[in-house]
T-cell receptor
């Protein structure tokens, strides 16, 4: 059974802290994505990665960075957490072998609260 | 640029009633279209997808969707809703470039009356 896992389901951090959200997939997928989900706004893409050590900005990269040192792992980093980064964070992966059709597989999400 | 519109923020139906969730997309070429479902506190699960061919697509959990190019729509339907279908539903379109990105609608929350 294919799986995307995220390191925490719930996380509470303080303003100014450095926050790491980890995502691991066991499907040998090349592409990985980080989204944030807020009510009424759907999913917004923060960053994505085509390959190890490759990264591309999505629609809302400000305040975030990412790291992909191994194919199966994609980390989202909040350098200095702020209250407006309180949100649900979703990780996803996909493979180019689907012909660019883009079907993505999602993890369960991390609900981050920044106080 | 590609975009997806889900005009209904909330929909309430009675258990056993039929359901249709609307999705309109903006895309120049033949789109790759998806419907995902998100149960409370969970990630997204793929319900069905359209790439080409038959415009009526069957998915899991008894859902189907019909691609209508003339209307730029990909509406999701189910003939008889179950209480367990209460969730949020997202329509998405493939960006169609080499990025393999998906563009998501803002979602429709389905409430089911007993």
């Amino acid at each position: 059974d294919v799986k995307v896992t995220q390191s925490s389901r719930y996380l509470v951090k303080r303003t100014g802290e450095k926050v790491f959200l980890e995502c691991v997939q066991d499907m040998d997928h090349e592409n990985m994505f980080w989204y944030r989900q807020d009510p009424g706004l759907g999913l917004r893409l923060i960053y994505f990665s085509y390959d190890v050590k490759m990264k591309e900005k999505g629609d809302i990269p400000e305040g975030y960075s990412v790291s992909r040192e191994k194919k199966e792992r994609f980390s989202l980093i909040l350098e200095s957490a702020s209250t407006n980064q309180t949100s649900m964070y979703l990780c996803a992966s996909s493979t180019p072998s689907s012909g660019g059709r883009g079907e993505q597989f999602f993890g369960p999400g991390t609900r981050l609260t920044v106080l | 640029a590609q975009s997806v519109t889900q005009p209904d923020i909330h929909i309430t139906v009675s258990e056993g009633a039929s359901l249709e969730l609307r999705c309109n997309y903006s895309y120049g070429a033949t789109p790759y279209l998806f419907w995902y479902v998100q149960s409370p506190g969970q990630g997204l699960q793929l319900l069905l997808k359209y790439f080409s061919g038959d415009t009526l697509v069957q998915g899991i959990k008894g859902f189907e969707a019909e691609f209508k190019r003339s209307q730029s729509s990909f509406n999701l339907r189910k003939p008889s809703v179950h209480w367990s279908d209460a969730a949020e539903y997202f329509c998405a379109v493939g960006a169609g470039d080499s990025s393999y990105k998906l563009i998501f609608g803002s979602g429709t929350r389905l409430l089911v009356r007993p």
